[in-house]
């Protein structure tokens, strides 16, 4: 009988351990646990109406990787409100992998945001369509603040093939890149020059670069890189050569000439120069926004 009673009574312990919870243990479920650790916005110098882009580093820091195919959404909220986000990053990040972001795409269908003056609040959101299971679903945002400064005003003039131009200062490394035209003459010439008596209009022609860079056979026509602090610059001279280049020869040049002589530009009559300036890449030399932009009344003739 005393057998019987002892194995009743251990048997008896065995359920109610095993009700209580106290039986074999179970590990948790591992998870992923994605957070924000960098928010980002190109140009960082923000001027009114610029467009902005937002990139986003996130980590996993769970101990579980993310699901393959599944989207790493980001949100960017700026004021309150989305404005753009990525919805790209598919491949699996592992435990304590990061991995950098930036919008493709927005509301309205725009990967970027029109700056507007003043200071904004942008926030970052991981997963902000819930798709990942997280073992922490609370800490997927991130937020930061920035400010949008006025648009750099800009004056320019034209100083022989140079422009000179004002302007505020940045504390970043800009370029002004200027632009020349007005109207095109041509004359028949000789070995020893153009022949009295036989230069005739052409029509309208420009030179000069639109933007700031350094690429193309004409490196440096027309541009000028403004130091950080700096509040005015003067340009190299705008190449003249880019008219012959493009057209030259040409049978639009319709002049007559005798025997022994031959067409070609002669002067281009400027009327007017246009100035922009640009943010640099990085603080290199590809122009990425124009700041402000500006155009002067000219009367000046360039010999070609």
């Known amino acids: 009988m005393r057998t019987k009673r002892f194995t009743t009574l251990a048997a008896t312990a065995a ?8 039986g074999t243990a179970h590990a948790a479920t591992a998870k992923p646990d994605l957070v924000v650790t960098k928010v980002t916005w190109a140009p ?9 882009a937002f990139t986003a580093t996130i980590k996993n820091q769970g101990n579980a990787p993310t699901p393959s195919g599944v989207i790493h959404g980001i949100g960017f909220q700026v004021d309150g409100k989305l404005r753009t986000w990525s919805d790209l990053s598919t491949s699996p990040l592992a435990p304590g992998e990061t991995r950098t972001l ?27 369509a819930g798709r990942i299971a997280e073992s922490n679903e609370s800490n997927n945002r991130t ?13 320019t003039t ?7 131009s004002t302007f505020p200062a940045m504390p970043v490394k800009t370029g002004v890149a200027s632009a020349i035209s007005g109207s095109g003459y041509g004359s028949c010439f000789t070995d020893t020059g153009a022949v009295p008596g036989t230069e005739t209009y052409l029509g309208e022609y420009s030179a000069g670069p639109g933007n700031y860079y350094t690429g193309g056979p004409f490196n440096y026509s027309g541009l000028a890189e403004v130091p950080a602090g700096a509040t005015s ?13 493009w057209h030259y020869p040409d049978p639009g040049l319709k002049i007559t000439c005798a025997d022994g002589q031959y067409p070609g530009f002669s002067k281009l ?10 943010t640099l890449n990085d603080g290199g030399w590809s122009g990425v926004t ?3 932009t500006a155009t002067a009344v000219a009367n000046a003739d360039l010999p070609m």
């Open 15 to 22: 359920v109610a351990a095993s009700l209580l919870g106290a």
């Open 143 to 155: 937020k930061t603040t920035f400010t949008v400064t006025a648009k750099p005003t800009l004056t």
């Open 233 to 245: 610059a003067t340009s190299v001279p705008v190449s003249l050569t880019e008219i012959r280049k």
């Open 290 to 292: 124009q700041l402000a």
């Open 44 to 52: 960082q110098s923000v001027a009114v109406g610029q467009q902005l």
């Open 269 to 278: 009559h400027v009327t007017r120069v246009t100035t922009s300036r640009w």
């Open 102 to 128: 930036t919008a493709n795409s927005g509301p309205t269908g725009s990967r970027t945001w029109t700056a507007t003056l003043g200071g904004h609040e942008i926030l970052a959101y991981v997963d902000d």
């Open 158 to 164: 034209l100083v022989g093939a140079s422009s000179y």
